[in-house]
């Protein structure tokens, strides 16, 4: 049973690279945390541990998702359509390679259809805040990131992002640079709106320091109701950022 005094808190995408951090850093802080993990597939919960607190759902089908959003007080949304490459590309040849989705797993299907189950259920069982990851590059309707697949990845984003802006439910909006694997917790974040970090050097983060953010964002009044870019300096620039009320105090948009 949750203990009283922890959050109980479900990570959407949890078998994903950014989704399985979140997930670890929620069970190694048990004195404030009760970890729920969704993934598509057995195979996915085998990857991050097994354990009972893992359910198997798809985001397409809301009634799959309802026995692992009862009762849970915050949920983290990183469930992302992944493009796939088209085989046959020789990197030798130059040229660029081609990219497809999966059928059924299209951005329209998982990004906004998928994340908009995952807000209505959520609404439905009374959550008390929606911390949704999204990506940079969404003001840019000729983003280059759209043209994959042709799967218009950024603007189906985009439109979950305004639904769940316009769900009544406290939410905080991450909408993060160029991902990295790296180290968390040694650099200094930076936060922008509509974009304006893309253009600048500092357009990228690493996926470990996304995960903090999310997790921070549970814990203070600063980070509801906010939208923003994120983004972080060059380790060894800067001082790497502890103090995330502050960081979250001096955002001021709210899409």
């Not at 009283?4 to 690279?17: C, D, E, F, I, P």
């Not at 692992?68 to 390679?97: C, E, H, N, W, Y």
């Not at 995952?118 to 609404?123: S, V």
């Not at 009544?168 to 974009?195: C, F, H, M, N, S």
């Amino acid at each position: 049973m949750a203990d009283l005094n922890t959050s109980t808190v479900l990570v959407t995408g949890a078998g994903g690279r950014t989704g399985s951090i979140v997930y670890k850093k929620l069970k190694e802080r048990s004195e404030n945390y009760t970890a729920r993990g969704l993934v598509r597939t057995e195979e996915s919960k085998q990857k991050i541990g097994g354990a009972d607190d893992v359910y198997i759902g798809d985001i397409r089908n809301t009634e799959s998702l309802i026995p692992a959003i009862q009762g849970i007080d915050a949920l983290v949304i990183l469930t992302s359509a992944v493009p796939k490459m088209k085989p046959g590309f020789d990197p030798t040849k130059g040229g660029r390679p081609e990219f497809y989705f999966e059928d059924g797993a299209n951005p329209e299907q998982v990004d906004w259809i998928g994340q908009k189950n995952q807000i209505d259920a959520a609404k439905a069982a009374g959550v008390k805040q929606i911390v949704l990851v999204g990506s940079m590059g969404g003001t840019n309707p000729n983003h280059p990131l759209n043209s994959l697949g042709n799967g218009n990845i950024l603007i189906w984003k985009r439109k979950a992002e305004q639904y769940l802006a316009d769900s009544g439910i406290p939410y905080t909006i991450i909408r993060a640079g160029g991902l990295q694997d790296k180290e968390g917790g040694i650099r200094e974040l930076l936060v922008g709106k509509d974009d304006e970090l893309l253009e600048t050097d500092t357009k990228t983060v690493a996926r470990a320091d996304v995960a903090e953010v999310c997790i921070q964002a549970l814990q203070y009044e600063e980070a509801k109701f906010k939208a923003f870019d994120l983004a972080s300096k060059p380790e060894g620039t800067g001082t790497p950022t502890k103090d995330f009320k502050t960081l979250f105090a001096q955002i001021a948009t709210r899409f």
